[in-house]
């Protein structure tokens, strides 16, 4: 079975600080890997997502993730936090298959101080 | 194009009461699912549908019903509402590689 752990449910950084979500997962197969941002009152939009192509995947706003098999992981990361980026952010963990669900984390909230 | 559509974005219902959450999709996806949002539990699948006639339960299927008679739509029926049910409803629909999601529907259940 799948599953998605977050380390740290709320991430404080100040504006212009480097931003680092955790993410680590298990799956018993290669697996396709998402983030999910959501901005209060709204769905989910897609970050940016792995799909076994480049391990260092860029999405939008900025943000960037690394697959590392040997960890398990794929943190998301932003070398410079924006007072928009304040939201919750979702990992995801897929196997690679279209009739196969997703599983999703629990969610970190990063806040951004001025 | 829309992407996945939701309809109502809020609701409040009465113990007992039922009502039907809609969804549709402009994507022409096989794959569509609904999901609950509680606070620290992240999403939680209710149902999800491969293809039109074909449905399947998810992680927390109890209370809840749904249908695919067509590729768009995948409606989501509560029978007889209950407060555990107050929550955030999301519907989304799949392509090969990334799910969309929908705005969501608020309801609450007194």
């Known amino acids: 079975a799948q599953s998605v752990t977050q380390l740290g449910s709320h991430v404080s950084v100040s504006e212009g600080a480097l931003v680092l979500l955790r993410c680590n997962y298990s799956?018993?197969?290669?697996?396709?890997l998402f983030w999910y941002v959501q901005y209060p009152n709204q769905g989910l939009q897609l970050l940016l997502k792995y799909t076994s192509a480049a391990t260092l995947v860029k999405g939008i706003n900025g943000f960037e993730a690394e697959f590392k098999k040997s960890e398990t992981s794929f943190h998301l990361t932003k070398p410079s936090a924006h007072m928009s980026d304040a939201a919750e952010y979702f990992c995801a963990v897929s196997e690679p298959n279209y009739g196969q669900n997703f599983v999703f984390g629990p969610g970190t909230r990063l806040s951004v101080l001025p | 194009n829309a992407g996945v559509t939701q309809t109502p974005k809020f609701q409040v219902l009465k113990t007992g009461q039922s009502m039907t959450l809609q969804c549709a999709q402009d994507m022409n996806h096989e794959y569509m699912s609904w999901y609950r949002q509680d606070p620290g539990m992240g999403l939680r699948l209710i149902h999800y549908s491969v293809g039109a006639g074909i449905t399947d339960q998810g992680e927390v299927p109890n209370g809840y019903n749904v249908s695919r008679s067509t590729t768009e739509d995948f409606p989501l029926r509560l029978l007889s509402a209950a407060p555990s049910q107050t929550s955030v409803y999301f519907c989304a629909s799949r392509s090969t590689v990334a799910q969309y999601f929908g705005p969501g529907t608020r309801l609450t259940v007194t």
């Open positions: 799956s018993s197969v290669p697996p396709y």
